[in-house]
Each structure stands twice: as C-alpha cells, then as structure tokens.
C-alpha cells in the first residue's frame, strides 16, 4: 500500500542560514524523518534547524574532507527509512498535495524486489534539469561517486523521471557566494580529474567551470576532442557540443559553429541547439518560407524542458521579426 512506504529526506548543509528553514518547511509534511548533515556551517543553519517544529528533523554534524559524494553517503547511513530523497539547500518541494512523493515512488519504483531510480524535475531560472538521481532504496547497493557534481552509477537499476518538481534559487551570480561556490567547484573539479583523467565527466565539467584559468581558443579545443571523441559516453558528447558550440558563439566565430552544429547532428540526431542552428542557416540565405516552417516544426516537437531556455528564446524572437 501507499501509505506503508516509508521514506527520509536529506539536506547536505553548511553555512545556509538563508536557505534551510524553508527548504525544510517545502518538504517536512511530505516525508517521515528529514536527516540534516551538516558540513562544518559557522552561521545559524544548525541554531536554526534544531528550532524548526518538528520532530521528524534529526540533526548530524560531519567534517567538510572535499567531496560532496562522501557527506552524501554519510547521511545515507543515518537514513532508517526504506526510502531515500535527496534535496538541496536551495531547492523546494513544489505542489505536493496529493503527496506525489509517496505516490511517485508506488508508481513507478516498486516493482516487486527490483528497485529503480528516480529524478525529480529541477526548475532553475535558465534551465529544467530532470536527470538527475535524488530518490533511491535504502538497500545499501547505491552510493554517490565524485567530489562534486557526484553521482550515482546506475548499473542494472532502471532510471525514472518522475512527476516530482523542485525548485533551484541557486545564487546570485554578482555575490562573492557565487565567485567562493565556482572556485571551490573548479578545485574538486581539477582533483578529481587528476585522479580519474580517462573520466570524461570531470573534464566536461572542468571546462564549464574554467572561465579564466584556460585560454578560449585552449577551452575550444578541448571541448571540440570531447565532444568528437567516439571514446566519449554519448551523454557528455551531447553537452561537450553544447558548450562547444557556446564557446564559439562568445568567441564571435559564427561559420564554425553551423560546422559544428551539422557534424554534431550526425551523432545526435536530437541536439536541440544543433538543430536550432542548422535551421537558421536557411534563415540567413533568404529561405525564409523554409526557415519559418522548419522553425514551427521545430517549436512544435520540442517540450520546453528539453530545449534550452536561450534557444527557445532567439525562435521565437527571430520569428517574430519575420512576421514584421
């Protein structure tokens, strides 16, 4: 039955006093015990945690060893419920009255001993992101992997994109909050990397990080190899060409990057920013009938969670200059 599942949320904190109480109030009704482990915070997160109203928050203090997988997998451990989900500080439970958690995880998770996965949809302001892993058995068979941008191998577990949504405020990008967050990223990023340099997720990552320390021409290279490679898992292929591609926007080299975006297409035959790309060379040769009905079809098939929130912008503003 629905209500015999049994499940614990997992806040990661340190020093996110702005953030954790309602990041706590979005998500306590929908779960049994919410486990807060806290990272070395020297603001008021904990003051503020163990005040919050409830019973069902149980307070952990841990030491910061540089690896977000390592305190993730700590608060696992303190975890008694069958069910695990993950949230973080910045994050909030969107619209769960019919519990959709509890439900979620009935649905689509339990089937019979075999336990999938599940991805909630994130919605931050440039983006909605629903790949990635928060909702897992407590069977003590999946654990978290990486410094930073840690995961979780799937292996022989199916993955599930489930009707759950949250929130990302994430950080205002003109505070010294944002500079401390991708300079520490960037550190974990060059370590794990030297330590599994055949890894292709820590160089994408790398690269996405590294604004200043790389040369552009150095970061076009790099990404245009990653990207290219037929060694490269086809999922950091796809973002290499991204960020390719993005690089070389920046970098005003406009001819190369409907290069580009076609041999992409010959990989990823659904590269959104590739396929919006290629679509617009027939806008720049005057073929504007075909332009506008391939832009339509275009704007048609993709759901916006699946087409980057730029791209759907330059459609439509492109369009609309068609029509005047």
Known sequence: MVSDIKFSAVIITKDEEKNIYDCISSIIESIDELIIYDTGSTDSTISLARNYPSDKVLIYQGSWNNSFSEARNAAIDYCSNEWIIFIDADERLIDDPNNSIRNSIHRYLVNGEDYSLGCPRIISESRITHSLIRILPNNGKHRFHGRVHEYIEARSATVKKLPITFTHSGYDKSTTHFQYKSERNLKLLTMQHREEPSNARWLYYYL?????????????????????????????????????????????????????????????????????????????????????????????????????????????????????
Do not use: W
């Open 208 to 324: 996405l990080y590294d604004n200043n320390c790389t040369p552009v021409s150095e970061r076009i290279q790099l990404s245009k190899r990653l990207a290219s490679s037929a060694l490269t898992p086809d999922i950091y292929s796809h973002s290499a060409y991204s960020l390719l591609i993005s690089l070389l926007l920046n970098n005003n080299e406009i001819d190369r990057v409907l290069t580009e975006s076609l041999e992409c297409l010959n990989r990823h035959k659904c590269h959104f920013d590739a396929q919006f790309f290629n679509i617009l060379q027939r806008f720049e040769g005057n073929l504007e009938r075909e332009f506008e009905t391939e832009l339509e079809d275009f704007l048609a098939k993709n759901e916006p969670e699946e087409t980057s929130f730029l791209t759907k912008k330059i459609c439509k503003e492109i369009a609309r200059s068609i029509e005047m």
